[in-house]
Nanobody, 123 residues
Framework: QVQLVESGGGVVQAGGSLRLSCAAS????????MGWFRQAPGKEREFVAV????????YYADSVKGRFTISRDNAKNTVYLQMNSLKPEDTAVYYC????????????????WGQGTQVTVSS
């Protein structure tokens, strides 16, 4: 079992930055691919970014490419999402996800999910 706890959400003005963290615990936490998803009110959950267990491979949704950066520190069992140049349309609950298979995370069917952290971008 892997437990995921997100933090770092908040309210920020458009153009600002936030860094989300996702702390993973469990015996095999560092061997999982990890990703971020988000869900805005009235919308389906959407993929944001994913990183392989080694950190060597990343992939982003087109909507965040060039603005968001995913990274991980396996010594701390933590994955980060640095969000810059935030826009009001980035407002959502952001969820961390983890799975042994990278492709499973990208498809949104990861085995493990956090509870989410709210990000609100004001215009």
């Amino acid at each position: 079992q892997v437990q995921l706890v997100e933090s770092g959400g908040g309210v920020v003005q458009a153009g600002g930055s936030l860094r989300l963290s996702c702390a993973a615990s469990g015996r095999t936490a560092s061997s999982n691919a990890m990703g971020w998803f988000r869900q805005a009110p009235g919308k389906e959950r959407e993929f944001v970014a994913v990183i392989s267990w080694s950190g060597g491979t990343t992939y982003y949704a087109d909507s965040v490419k060039g603005r968001f950066t995913i990274s991980r520190d396996n010594a701390k069992n933590t994955v980060y999402l640095q969000m810059n140049s935030l826009k009001p349309e980035d407002t959502a609950v952001y969820y961390c996800a983890a799975d042994r298979a990278y492709g499973v995370v990208v498809r949104g069917t990861a085995a493990y999910w956090g509870q989410g952290t709210q990000v609100t971008v004001s215009s």
